[in-house]
């Protein structure tokens, strides 16, 4: 297993499942002679190739578990020596379905990974971040900003912890911490069929006239066709990180509309989108016409 040596900076990456965001960003970390530690809740599910590498160290870490939590930072600051120079809380969790019809219990379950998790890890390894003046990277999503419809609860998360981190970047500041919320875009992934749950849309849902693109959401389709390789969106990430890129970075198909939107535009005109996407109007037309029968 490597140890650090006195000029590798350290790295901490939480959900490195096989095919995901956080596998790239561990290997695009190790590439540039980082000391990587390599986390999930499963480490099965790690790549071996991720795992061989002369850089990385495999570590259990299920982010919703305390005790996770602290066995995880004892284990990093024996071998960092009490630093750590990035934390990348990159697990996540999916949940697609229309809120009507959402499970209250699933609801919280997404919100305890995507942000009390994420909120649990800084805590846990505050000492090592303040000692090693370290960065923690949040990866968001350009969900924070646009209402993808039936996925509102993930979206409510990604925009909780997008606007948490801005207030903790100037929290942190004056103990030498720094921060970055990754405004993640569309990215092609095992994601959805990692993250996102099984959802069957009840006989009773006022969206069964949508139910096409609401399967559609649980099967990840655009990110699938028109998403950006997940190396390659890694690469852009951990480029602009290790170069001392603060604040946020808005990387993935999408992301350079969605930013461009959100700051240029009125807000009718992501909604439309957001409408279309969710065939929407469909929806209300349907509506229409039962009425009048």
Not at 68 to 84: C, F, M, Q, Y
Not at 168 to 192: D, N
Not at 219 to 242: P, R, S, Y
Request: glycine share 8%.
């Amino acid at each position: 297993m490597p140890s650090a040596t006195p000029s590798q900076k350290s790295v901490l990456v939480t959900g490195c499942s096989a095919g995901g965001i956080g596998s790239s960003l561990a290997l695009s970390f190790a590439t540039r002679d980082h000391l990587v530690f390599a986390t999930a809740r499963n480490v099965s599910k790690i790549s071996p190739s991720l795992a061989a590498h002369p850089n990385v160290r495999v570590l259990t870490l299920d982010t919703t578990s305390s005790a996770s939590i602290t066995a995880a930072v004892e284990e990093v600051g024996k071998v960092t020596g009490g630093t750590l120079n990035y934390l990348v809380n990159n697990a996540g969790q999916g949940l697609v379905s229309p809120f009507l019809d959402t499970d209250m219990q699933k609801a919280r379950d997404l919100f305890e990974v995507n942000f009390w998790g994420v909120l649990g890890c800084i805590q846990g390894f505050k000492k090592l971040l303040v000692e090693g003046r370290g960065c923690v990277v949040n990866v968001a999503s350009i969900s924070a900003v646009a209402m993808n419809p039936y996925e509102s609860i993930y979206n409510a998360s990604k925009a909780a912890l997008a606007h948490f981190t801005s207030t903790i970047s100037i929290e942190l500041r004056p103990l030498g911490v720094t921060t970055v919320t990754v405004m993640a875009g569309m990215v092609q992934s095992v994601w959805y069929s990692n993250s996102v749950p099984p959802f069957v849309l009840p006989e009773d849902s006022y969206y069964r006239p949508v139910v096409d693109a609401i399967n559609d959401g649980l099967q990840g389709a655009d990110n699938k066709k028109n998403g950006m390789d997940v190396d390659i969106f890694a690469e852009n990430v951990v480029k602009q990180v290790v170069r001392g890129q603060r604040g946020r970075i808005w990387a993935g198909a999408l992301s350079g509309l969605v930013k461009w939107t959100t700051a240029w535009m009125p807000g009718w005109v992501l909604e439309k989108i957001c409408w279309d996407r969710g065939n929407l109007g469909k929806l209300a037309s349907e509506r229409k016409k039962a009425e009048k029968a």
